[in-house]
């Protein structure tokens, strides 16, 4: 049986989403599969163009884990993620794309339980919320979010 | 195409710093790098040296003592061959980065004199203003440091406030400032003087009773079981003249119920209140010549706790003391003490190796829109003049020209221009540029 | 493909036309060129190669979306209006297999450069320009010159009444001016205080008293078509 199991790509901070992520594979938390982590030295690292570039090579949703408000290891960081991500929702509000595809999360580096449920509850939505419009144009078989159910 | 962004990667560090401001912070950061043969120019606008700290009883609970710690310090910086004390100068500009400081300082007869620190100490401490609004002009008034020089001055005999015999105090805190524990605890010292040594009668008004510092909770339970009487309020108390005496009238906060509660009248001989703590007024300018981050309040450097204590926004600035949230004393003195081991051994090796992430702007591409300088919270991109072969092939006319420029080492790697830039014109060195290439085509 | 890039202007300000609006002059088309610029638009964040990376992921999914997938060659040249430049663009256009049409993010002088020398391809504007303006802080800009023609700028402290004034009056402000403000629009500071502010501090108040004569707006501005400027002297 064909099962959608949505594609996240995560945009992990190194200050707080990679020790955070570390953490929780210590604890040996479960994370959906399917996940990309692409770590970047600061939030703000994060460009607008990945959140959509993620989107359009057919991922189902883009997380962003930055440093929690006032905590950020360069000051601006957290804030400048945030603006960008708010400034691509927007966009994608106009082509006709589900903006709450796209997340950003504040975390700190021992937060390892929160990492995991964020990423938990993340899967469960894009699961509510369906594939990519964009992979399903093609073809549904082959997309490459749908696995197999034992 | 030139590689104009070569530039060494390490940079030479000598053992030179200025420090700004000569109070209680500036004074031991210089003792302590002077004394591990760092040289040290300390500049202070002031003819004098010593900050605030006369105005209190900083060290100790007799009064008087903080003279002596300090001017230990101020001697042994008058006779080290590690420091130069200039007095009466001030910081005017500051060029360059982290490795390339150039300090301007101009000196009280006019002259000016350029210093190339490595790293500058920022300690020029906050000021206080005395404010009697609300409170009847009657002699019956003092503020905390008058308290410290009464307490000082007097010996065995009795306190006498204005030629008469002081026999009843009222401190009032909360009312000046927020938050601020050098008054509460100036006011428990000074009020277990008076009940104890002088036997005065001694009433503390507040609101909330800020006792999270060291001993904090142990001077308190002292001034309990010495007599100190508190009284918790409000709104601002009632403020009169009863005769000669003054008088603090409020409601009783005990009873929960405010249409029972009684009014509470305090007779005293003296009202004593803390000076309100403000910032320097000059700390803005300052924090635009050395382009720090002004915080909340006119203090130097925002409230993020990854910057507590010395850090700022910029590679080789360095903010301590009351000049970035006024303190206690061996707060002050612990973080004096932090940062002068900080930037021992930051210039110990004599190098810094810049990196590992460090960002590079494509002059070619740069558009001079100005949001890399003005979005860099390390203040670590200038607009610069690149040098180079002709590379104009239509309309071009010399081989200079202006673009934006990232100090490696001033540069912290985040990245946060990389993104901003509107003609993506730069790159951030020693990126792993795999992982990111698939979202960034 | 990146060209080399001059110290350019930066005072026209433009904003990227509604993405719904760009899409309905696309829809004729399968493959395009969409040109940046990195003069002006990319100094206002509406152009520039950051931009047109942005666009062309967003044009490329909702078109996806529709089942009418469009293919998008993406190119950021250093200007587009000089004559150069827009030629290197034809170059490009007429090497390039099937493209159909341009979409070009420059300014509208951009957009018409390019368009006169390339005779048999539809270029499309991709922004709107608004205005030459000033920034008043990052990311905040305001329209500061109307290109009138004859700056009477030393008349009025440095404060432009034609571009600033809602009303464009050239003597003093008028009934509604309030506490600074302008009735048409309240967050507009009044232009005419803004002068009087300017000249008293210069010490120049008397500069009030000189009546501004109404402008030749048939000879010193567009009233009478498009305006030229020939310097006899550089011509080639």
């Known amino acids: 049986m064909l099962v ?9 901070c190194e200050q707080s989403g990679v020790p955070a992520a570390e953490m929780a594979e210590t604890l040996k938390l479960s994370v959906p599969a399917n996940l990309e982590i692409v770590p970047v030295p600061c939030a703000g690292r994060t460009e607008t163009l990945f ?12 997380i962003v884990f930055a440093c929690h408000e006032e905590n950020c290891q360069y000051l601006i960081g957290n804030m400048r993620a945030k603006s ?6 927007n966009l994608l509000q106009k082509i006709g794309l589900e ?3 796209l997340e950003i999360c504040n975390i700190a580096t021992n937060s390892g339980v929160k990492f995991a449920e964020t990423l938990k509850d993340k899967a469960i939505r894009l699961k509510e919320l369906g594939p990519n419009p964009l992979t399903r144009i093609n073809d549904p078989l082959a997309h490459a979010n749908v696995g197999i159910k034992e | 195409m030139p590689d104009l962004n070569k530039v060494a990667q390490s940079i030479p560090l000598k053992r030179e710093v200025l420090v700004l401001g000569g109070g209680v912070s500036g004074i031991t950061i210089a003792d302590i790098l002077a004394r591990s043969g760092i040289h040290v120019t300390l500049v202070e606008k002031r003819k004098n040296l010593g900050g605030l700290s006369k105005q209190f009883c900083l060290f100790s609970n007799r009064p008087g003592d903080s003279d002596n710690r300090i001017s230990g310090k101020m001697a042994r910086l008058s006779e080290s061959p590690h420091i130069t004390l200039i007095t009466g100068a001030e910081l005017v500009g500051m060029e360059g980065h982290f490795g390339s400081f150039q300090a301007k300082i101009r000196k009280e007869s006019g002259e000016t004199i350029l210093l190339f620190p490595s790293a500058v100490v920022v300690a020029t401490g906050y000021i206080t203003r005395r404010d009697a609004k609300g409170i009847p002009d009657s002699g019956c008034l003092a503020f905390l440091s008058d308290m410290e020089r009464l307490i000082a001055e007097t010996g065995e005999s009795g306190l006498l406030w204005n030629g008469k015999p002081l026999n009843t105090v009222t401190f009032v805190l909360d009312q000046a400032n927020d938050d601020i524990k050098l008054d509460t605890s100036t006011v428990f010292k000074q009020s277990l003087v008076l009940r104890q040594k002088y036997n005065c009668q001694v009433y503390v008004l507040c609101k909330d009773l800020k006792v999270s510092f060291t001993s904090g909770e142990r001077l308190y339970r002292k001034a309990r079981e010495a007599g100190v009487l508190f009284f918790k309020y409000e709104e601002t108390p009632e403020y009169s003249l009863v005769g000669d005496r003054i008088c603090v009238a409020l409601p009783d906060n005990t009873n929960l119920k405010k249409e029972e509660q009684e009014k509470i009248t305090l007779l005293s001989d003296l009202l004593v209140l803390p000076e309100v703590c403000l910032p320097d007024p000059e700390a803005e300018q300052l924090c635009r010549i050395l382009r720090l981050r002004m915080g909340k309040g006119g203090r130097f450097m925002d409230d993020n706790p990854q910057f507590l204590r010395i850090r700022s926004n910029r590679r080789g600035v360095f903010v301590a003391g009351a000049c970035r949230f006024p303190q206690l004393p061996a707060e ?7 940062a002068a081991q900080e930037i021992t051994a930051l210039l110990a090796p004599g190098v810094y190796e810049c990196g590992p992430l460090v960002a590079e702007v494509n002059a070619d591409k740069c558009a001079l829109c100005y949001t890399c300088p003005r979005l860099c919270p390390h203040s670590a991109i200038g607009i610069e003049r690149y040098a180079g072969k002709n590379v104009y092939y239509v309309l071009g006319n010399g081989d200079r020209w202006n673009a934006a420029r990232v100090e490696p080492a001033a540069c912290y790697g985040c990245g946060i221009c990389v993104a901003e830039c509107p003609a993506r014109a730069i790159s951030l060195r020693g990126e792993d540029a795999l992982s990111l290439d698939a979202y960034a085509k | 493909m990146q060209m080399l890039a001059l110290r350019s202007d930066q005072m026209i300000k433009a904003e ?6 760009i899409l309905t002059y696309l829809d004729p088309y399968k493959k395009i060129l969409l040109s940046g610029c990195g003069a002006c638009v990319t100094v206002c964040h509406a152009g520039g190669e950051k931009e047109v990376s942005l666009l062309a992921s967003s044009l490329k999914m909702a078109r996806n979306l529709t089942g009418k997938p469009l293919e998008i060659q993406e190119i950021t040249p250093a200007r587009q209006c000089e004559p150069e430049f827009a030629e290197e663009i034809v170059e490009i256009v007429e090497k390039t297999e099937g493209v159909e049409a341009v979409l070009s993010l420059s300014c509208g002088i951009g957009v018409q450069t390019l368009a006169r020398f390339l005779t048999k391809t539809p270029v499309i504007p991709g922004v709107n320009t608004v205005f030459m303006g000033e920034t008043v802080s990052h990311g905040v800009w305001e329209e500061r010159c109307q290109a009138c023609g004859n700056c009477l700028l030393e008349r009025t402290g440095g404060v432009c009444p034609i571009a600033r004034c809602s009303k464009q009056l050239l003597n003093g402000p008028c009934g509604g001016s309030s506490k ?6 309240q967050e507009t500071d009044c232009a005419w205080q803004l002068i009087y502010d300017r000249l008293k501090s210069l010490g120049q108040l008397d500069k009030l008293r000189e009546v501004i004569p109404a402008k030749n707006w048939g000879t010193e501005s567009r009233d009478k078509g498009p305006r030229r400027i020939v310097r006899e002297d550089l011509k080639i």
């Not at chain 1, 199991?5 to 995560?10: E, L, S």
């Not at chain 3, 990227?16 to 609006?21: G, R, W």
């Open chain 3, 180 to 185: 600074g403000k302008c009735e048409i629009r």
């Open chain 1, 51 to 62: 959140l959509l570039k993620a989107l359009e090579r057919g991922a189902d949703g883009v």
């Open chain 3, 16 to 21: 990227q036309k509604p993405i719904e609006e």
């Open chain 1, 84 to 89: 960008r991500l708010l400034y691509a929702q």
């Open chain 1, 99 to 101: 903006k709450e595809r």
């Open chain 1, 4 to 12: 959608f199991i949505p594609k996240i790509v995560a945009f992990c």
């Open chain 2, 332 to 338: 002050t003195l612990k973080e004096a003490e932090a």
